[in-house]
């Protein structure tokens, strides 16, 4: 049996709820003590029987005869169950109506004969153009107030059908109703008699229930990650496709890639896991993943870039202009944009374009979004959740979007804050702003054992994240800051102290500091640490001499065994392994991919604001 | 490749509503009244978090549940290894004195609950509802803040657009989170029957008579009917034009009892 969702619109009076109690009635879903109760509620009010009580619950909805907020209402008949949503008609309630139209298949609109196309129907005509709606229905309702239903039905038909057309919608039906008393709703009756076409449980009948594709391209969403029994778990919904056991998974936008080796459905394992399906994946290689990421095949990607230009649904109490930083969730990632540009917003009376400075609750507008990080976001993929999204300002949800194109690999002007480093700003409001902690990461190890890759490989994750993030490299600052000293024990340990005072002062401004440096004794590790004690970490880059002298990248290794260097830690001067690290990377028997990974996430972690 | 079935989609759907909840509430407990829904969404909790319940399940306890009631629940704690906690709710006297004899029977429910947040400090409390068993709880969002007392303004409800919900809260005030908020009776009674889990023998007609919707003893009462196994039951439901909450005495005292209880913080 089919299961179809269904959201009602249409202007406040037009007779909603009425169109919704009478189906239940007529289609005998009503017992004849509810009815009776119905009978009583609304003679205590002075009305004849009123069928949207049935509906609306709350005592001030049936008091003024309105509805409030979105209700549900289930109707079963022989071949299909209907999920009804009433949403109210009221301007101020938009919010309501749209979280009712984003989880349907279809939509009624009903239009009062009387009182025809309203600006209130336009302008929920606008929002299921927006949602993209195929499948409208329209009943033309209250034909028992027209001297001549039949012309009264020919003349809004006509208009409905022009309007329409002009958002380039085709309703499926346009059946004419009489609710209050039953006319045409599950049967006709004497005021639609003339009428040959269905009636609207008919019409209803057609339609389907909207089908997620299992054979589109595949998008994974991940919402967390779990450990059981020493193993990782990426738990996700496939929101598109198909997903096959074995297969090369690639996560955006960092581009980490792994093959799954299991699909876990607990309690089962499974080989596959289609468009709709929760599941939990463990991977091949232990390549960083989190929450927010979206996995695809290599071929079949979404869209990359820092700015976005979309289509909203303003919600929010207070108008939103250009320059105003809010957050966006996208699939099940959080990011902080910025509004750079409201390009023009749709007038529901005349839906042509205007340009305007702002857009208040209610308006459709097509605005510019720059990203702090990159985003990965789908623009013709109805089903990805990652091409649609909300804006949050101060955790409120105050605008429902859609993505329409990607644009820009390289970062947007409008993303930058400037913050004065002074020290009128606390420590705590930086990372605010930053939404990210300070720290210093310092890797120790061998030379050739990896730490420069490694570094700068999270470097650039961390950046394209929008962290704010610098690496000191032990060879570079030699260079410079580190240039009078040379290898002697002291001037190691001077080496190590300075550039651990540089690293202090960078993590205090609020930034991820990724240190580089052999750093061979523990003694000097620990000085370091005392630059910055609420946030300091030992990482220990572990390689095997044996390994590290076979990279030998700069040739130190050929010198140092030839004689010519006479203090190079491994060879000629001793490396004291650390205790104690709050981490540890094995880069002799991980790939660098994997390494970088490891710390990325240790990292993330770390820097966590909430 | 078949797309899900009906079934399959709605319990991805709780299951994506679970993990939602554990990523971004914290701390999180959910309510376990031991019925057929609650117990049905412990299932699924278990499928979400593979085997294991990463938080608190609560019994608000006011001492009048059936008996078979708190068998069942030893018998599924002990099964299930389940991290299960019991509330004492607090005495009838202690409740708004002007509700009708049973909604105040179940507003000792509301303030057990009160009390348990405050303690425990607990942002995020999921409850197996359905939008299907009331027509005040058909209008309740998937994510539902309450304010610090532990009241709803169904007037002010945030917007719930797709599936991006309302994580954030002020701090004293918590998020009520219905996983199961899209499923009807029908549709729990045809997965219990399908995932073959485990339900309170009350639901299964004995004498002519048997219990559709589980609440209080003193306070609810069983439906005339013969359906002794799952399948009658489903088949009953099917045809069927009573409410599911006839047999809760606290429904329909007055025309507002249910309102009032749940804008106070029933849940």
Request: with cysteine; glycine share 8%; proline share 5%.
């Amino acid at each position: 049996m089919k299961n179809v969702r269904i959201v009602m619109v249409g202007d406040v009076d037009a007779g909603k709820s009425t169109i919704l109690g009478r189906l239940l009635v007529d289609l005998g879903l009503v017992t004849p003590a509810k009815l009776e109760e119905l009978e009583t509620s609304s003679s205590k009010r002075g009305v004849p029987i009123e069928y949207s009580f049935l509906l609306d619950a709350f005592q001030v909805e049936r008091d003024q005869a309105i509805t409030l907020d979105l209700t549900r209402i289930w109707v079963r008949t022989p071949d299909a169950e209907f999920v009804f949503v009433d949403a109210p008609g009221h301007r101020e309630l938009i919010r309501n109506l749209l979280s009712g139209a984003s989880e349907v298949d279809a939509a009624v609109m009903v239009v009062a004969a009387d009182e025809g196309i309203t600006l209130q129907t336009r302008r929920q005509a606008l929002f299921l153009r927006w949602f993209g709606f195929a499948n409208v229905l329209v009943a033309i309702n209250k034909l028992d107030l027209a001297e001549d239903p039949r012309a009264a039905y020919n003349a809004r038909a006509a208009e409905v059908t022009a309007f329409l057309d002009q958002l380039g919608m085709h309703p499926r039906a346009i059946v004419p109703v009489a609710a209050r008393s039953g006319d045409g709703i599950v049967r006709p009756g004497p005021l639609t008699m003339w009428w040959t076409g269905p009636t609207l449980l008919d019409a209803l009948g057609t339609l389907e229930r909207a089908a997620v594709r299992t054979d589109g391209p595949l998008r994974f969403v991940v919402q967390d990650v779990y450990r059981r029994d020493g193993k990782r778990l990426i738990a996700g919904r496939v929101e598109s496709g198909t997903l096959e056991r074995g297969e090369f998974l690639t996560f955006w936008p960092l581009q980490t890639g792994a093959r799954v080796l299991t699909i876990h459905q607990w309690p089962r394992e499974v080989e596959r896991a289609v468009a709709g399906s929760s599941v939990a994946l463990e991977l091949d290689a232990r390549v960083f993943v989190d929450r927010g990421a979206v996995g695809s095949r290599a071929t079949d990607a979404p869209e990359l870039g820092h700015a976005a230009q979309t289509t909203v649904v303003w919600l929010g109490a207070d108008p939103v202009r250009a320059g105003e930083a809010l957050r966006m969730r996208l699939g099940t990632r959080e990011i902080p944009v910025t509004l750079q540009k409201i390009e023009e917003a749709i007038d529901p009376d005349t839906l042509e374009p205007r340009e305007t400075q702002e857009l208040r609750s209610g308006d459709v507008g097509v605005v510019s979004l720059v990203a702090r990080e990159l985003i990965a976001a789908d623009t013709h993929l109805a089903e990805s959740s990652v091409g649609r999204f909300v804006l949050l300002r101060a955790g409120t949800i105050v605008a429902g979007g859609r993505i329409d194109a990607v644009v820009g690999h390289a970062r947007g002007e409008g993303a930058t804050n400037v913050v004065a480093m002074t020290s009128s700003v606390e420590r705590r409001e930086r990372t605010a702003r930053n939404g990210h902690a300070g720290g210093v990461f310092w890797l120790t190890g061998l030379p050739s054992s990896g730490k420069s890759t490694v570094a700068m490989a999270v470097q650039r994750m961390l950046f394209e994240r929008g962290r704010q993030v610098y690496v000191l490299d032990g060879d570079t600052l030699r260079t410079s800051l580190n240039v009078d000293l040379g290898f002697s024990d002291d001037d190691r340990s001077e080496n190590v102290r300075r550039t651990a005072a540089v690293a202090g002062v960078f993590a205090d401004a609020g930034f991820i500091v990724i240190c580089a440096l052999i750093s061979p004794f523990a003694a000097d590790r620990e000085l370091a640490r005392s630059a910055y004690p609420n946030a300091f970490h030992e990482i220990y880059v572990s390689c095997d001499l044996v390994t590290a002298e076979g990279r030998d990248v700069k040739g130190h290794y050929g010198r140092a065994r030839r004689g010519e260097l006479p203090h190079f830690t491994g060879v000629s001067s001793p490396y004291e392994v650390p205790q104690q690290p709050e981490l540890l990377v094995d880069t002799a028997s991980h790939r660098i991919e994997e390494s970088a990974s490891l710390l990325l996430e240790y990292i993330e972690s770390h820097v966590r604001s909430r | 490749m078949p797309a899900l079935d009906y079934l399959d989609e709605l319990e991805a759907r709780t299951i994506f509503i679970l993990r939602e909840a554990f990523s971004c509430v914290s701390p999180l407990a959910m309510l376990w009244s031991i019925g057929k829904d609650s117990t049905a969404l412990l299932w699924m909790v278990r499928k979400a978090f593979l085997g294991e319940v990463p938080f608190p399940v609560v019994l608000l306890d006011t001492g009048m549940e059936f008996e078979e009631v708190y068998a069942f629940r030893d018998r599924l704690v002990a099964e299930w290894n389940l991290p299960v906690a019991n509330e004492a709710c607090p005495p009838e006297s202690t409740v708004d004195q002007t509700l009708p004899p049973a909604a105040r029977h179940a507003a000792r429910k509301t303030a057990g609950l009160r009390a348990l947040i405050a303690r425990e400090g607990y942002r995020g409390i999921i409850l197996g509802i359905r939008r299907d068993e009331q027509a005040i709880r058909a209008k309740e969002r998937i994510f539902s803040p309450r304010n610090a007392d532990g009241s709803w303004d169904p007037r002010s409800q945030p917007p719930e657009l797709w599936e991006y919900y309302a994580y954030d809260v002020p701090d004293g005030a918590h998020v009520r989170i219905h996983p199961l908020l899209h499923w009807t009776e029908l549709d729990i009674w045809r997965y219990t029957l399908r995932e073959q889990i485990p339900y309170v023998p009350l639901y299964l007609a004995k004498a002519g008579k048997r219990f559709r919707s589980l609440g209080e003893s003193n306070i609810t009462f069983p439906i005339a009917s013969n359906a002794d196994s799952l399948e009658k039951i489903i088949a009953e439901l099917e045809v069927t034009r009573d409410p599911e909450r006839a047999g809760r005495a606290m429904d329909s005292e007055s025309e507002d009892a249910f309102e009032r209880l749940r804008t106070t913080g029933y849940m």
